[in-house]
């Protein structure tokens, strides 16, 4: 018993006498957590319109970064290489539907994830092909001065990738719910026949979800490859993610946010104030610890569509 009351209770006193520290340790929880929900939302995008798991999207996050990166390094300016670098994406986005999903329309779930596992090797070996294996610095600006703000202590690159991402979310919410485009997106959400019936062509909606997938994961991996340097390490990065996406619901787009959120906090606090009593690294690993307790208990997630099938 006093094994566990120091090992469980001994922390609660920690954060009691020290609010401060706390506060701090949550604010970097939440501003990690919104850069894996920004990373959450572009597997939301791809399964909410195409039914696909895409397995490859750590991958895009990594090509489109080295891409970016890469042509930095070769003398074009920032924002030129911004947009050569959507460019990219939006053309690998049509090469997936005309290689990759057209075939393979109306087949079982299972193919289409194997698709992307294959997806996701071939964007990985490409993207070494062309840019080398090397790890890329980037700097585009951003500064990383420790902040005092209110007297707790903040990473103003923290601040800055967190606006970024949080405003690229609210631009992507006002999309779906105010824009044409956006509605068929939902409709083709819900029942892809019925879209089809109306009118809404099914391949152009995936080719424009897949594009705007890679757009997020470009934003992901400017972020992430900043704070980091754009080395193929991103892809497993960008896989804690998939937590998310059990937590929040694999058709969700707020539950992309609360899920991100959630685990940015609970990892932070988790490492700070238990990592000592479990020798640390458990930010590592408890986001998917998390994860599986919900599989057990809510398996659709907090904010996913209950599935039942009747019989």
């Given at each position: 018993m006093d094994v566990i009351?120091?090992?469980?209770?001994?922390?609660?006193?920690?954060?009691?006498?020290?609010?401060?520290?706390?506060?701090?340790?949550?604010?970097?929880?939440?501003?990690?957590?919104v850069?894996?929900?920004?990373?959450?939302?572009?597997?939301?995008?791809?399964?909410?319109?195409?039914?696909?798991?895409?397995?490859?999207?750590?991958t895009m996050v990594l090509f489109a970064a080295l891409t970016f990166v890469g042509l930095l390094e070769r003398g074009i300016p920032i924002w030129g290489a911004f947009i050569i670098a959507i460019v990219v994406m939006v053309l690998l986005a049509i090469a997936?539907?005309?290689?990759?999903?057209?075939?393979?329309?109306?087949?079982e779930p299972i193919i289409l994830f194997m698709a992307t596992i294959g997806l996701a090797f071939f964007l990985e070996g490409f993207g070494q092909l062309v840019w080398g294996g090397d790890v890329h610095p980037l700097d585009i600006g951003?500064?990383?001065?420790?902040?005092?703000?209110?007297?707790?202590?903040?990473?103003?690159f923290d601040l800055v990738a967190a606006a970024v991402a949080g405003s690229l979310v609210a631009a992507l919410a006002l999309f779906f719910q105010h824009t044409a485009v956006g509605r068929a997106l939902r409709a083709v959400a819900d029942d892809h026949q019925a879209a089809q019936s109306v009118g809404i062509p099914l391949r152009?909606?995936?080719?424009?979800?897949?594009?705007?997938?890679?757009?997020?994961?470009?934003v992901a991996g400017i972020m992430w490859g900043s704070n980091l340097g754009v080395q193929f390490s991103i892809s497993l990065v960008a896989l804690k993610a998939l937590p998310v996406l059990i937590l929040g619901g694999f058709t969700s787009v707020p539950g992309a946010i609360v899920g991100g959120l959630i685990i940015g906090v609970g990892e932070k606090v988790a490492e700070v104030f238990w990592?000592?009593?479990?020798?640390?690294?458990i930010e590592d690993w408890?986001?998917?610890?998390?994860?599986?307790?919900?599989?057990?208990?809510?398996?659709?997630?907090?904010?996913?569509?209950r599935i039942?099938?009747?019989?």
């Open positions: 009351t120091a090992v469980f209770l001994t922390p609660f006193a920690n954060m009691a006498d020290n609010p401060e520290f706390v506060l701090e340790v949550v604010i970097g929880g939440l501003l990690s957590g850069m894996y929900s920004l990373v959450a939302l572009g597997f939301v995008l791809i399964f909410k319109a195409s039914g696909v798991f895409n397995f490859a999207q750590g997936v539907e005309r290689l990759m999903l057209r075939p393979l329309v109306n087949q951003i500064p990383k001065a420790p902040l005092i703000i209110g007297g707790v202590l903040v990473n103003e152009s909606i995936w080719i424009i979800v897949w594009s705007v997938a890679g757009v997020v994961g470009l990592g000592p009593a479990f020798g640390g690294a408890f986001a998917y610890a998390l994860a599986l307790i919900f599989l057990l208990f809510r398996p659709h997630g907090l904010f996913g569509e039942i099938e009747r019989v």
